[in-house]
């Protein structure tokens, strides 16, 4: 399987390792098994969005718009950065601010997990929870997200992987293969 690597101020001794993709990548799926394998605590972003605010994502977006929802990603994601010893899944749209992508990249590793249009389509064809995905031409809008995010995932990962023809564990093992992760586990 493909990894890319944009080693260019890659962290040395990342102290926490963080994932970015669209919406259904398996961010979430991965980052559990990541976290377990380099015992590191696993931090879902929107989970924690939606525990401290007592609301769902939907909700946010209902009642603050996305910039509402934006604005509370980027202060709790400037937060969560910081920690050490965390795997930390991001909401897909994450990188499109730029104080989110600096955050990112410079706090620790940084690995995208990369998904065709196709699968993510798949993926959340029955899905309720994600306001950017109802109504509409889903596919439509998919391959739209995916082309303004794209090169923002690659200029702000250290590593890409091709997710979704793969399982989930053999993912891991790979992005832990890649990763320098003697170095990740020393530093936590
Ligand atoms: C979003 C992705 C979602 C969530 C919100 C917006 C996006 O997270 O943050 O619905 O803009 O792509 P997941 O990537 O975990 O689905």
Known sequence: ?????????MPTAPGSLFLIGMMAAG?????????????FEFVD???????????????????EGEDGFRRREAALLDELTLRRGIVLATGGGAVMREDNREHLRGRGLV????????????RTRNDKARPLLQGG?????IEQLISAR????????HLTFMSGATSPKKL???ILDSAQVGAMTSAA
Request: charged content about 30%; proline content about 3%; glycine content about 2%.
């Open 150 to 157: 794209a090169p923002l995932y690659l200029q702000t990962a």
């Open 111 to 122: 690995v995208y997990l990369q998904t065709s249009v196709d699968e993510i389509a798949r």
């Open 172 to 174: 891991v093992r790979r």
């Open 1 to 9: 399987m493909a990894c890319t690597r944009n080693l260019a101020r």
């Open 27 to 39: 961010k979430s799926t991965v980052g559990r098994l990541l976290a377990r394998a380099l015992e």
């Open 45 to 63: 972003c929107d989970r924690e969005l939606e525990q401290r605010s007592g609301v769902p994502i939907a909700t946010i977006f209902d009642v």
């Open 137 to 141: 031409d889903t596919r439509a809008r």
